[in-house]
Nanobody
């Protein structure tokens, strides 16, 4: 059974930090790009950051550049998202997703094979 399980969300004050984890099972993790998306109430799902399976390249949406860092540990089948200097506008449900092809835009939700259930991040002002 394929599973992506997010953890690490919570409530934090503006300026604080959180580290999200995405633990994968049931597929060949090393062959999949992993992307973090987020969705705030009433908003579309937005790509936050991606890490390639091919060469480890990383991608970030402009609003998180310099604040968030994505990394992967293939030995643990886990991807992390270190989030620093959090802002109230970062409040959303964060999802991780897996893509085996890496042929389209990394932030295209239609490219992804598997999705997790999400973890809530709330940043208070």
């Amino acid at each position: 059974e394929v599973q992506l399980v997010e953890s690490g969300g919570g409530l934090v004050q503006a300026g604080g930090s959180l580290t999200l984890s995405c633990a994968a099972s049931g597929f060949t993790f090393d062959d999949y790009a992993i992307t973090w998306f987020r969705q705030a109430p009433g908003e579309e799902r937005e790509g936050v950051s991606c890490i390639s399976a091919i060469d480890g390249s990383t991608y970030y949406t402009d609003s998180v550049k310099g604040r968030f860092t994505i990394s992967r540990d293939n030995a643990k089948n886990t991807v992390y998202l270190q989030m620093n200097s959090l802002r109230p506008e970062d409040t959303a449900v964060y999802y991780c997703a897996a893509d085996s092809r890496e042929t389209g835009g990394w932030d295209d939700v239609g490219m992804y094979d598997y999705w997790g259930q999400g973890t809530q991040v709330t940043v208070s002002s």
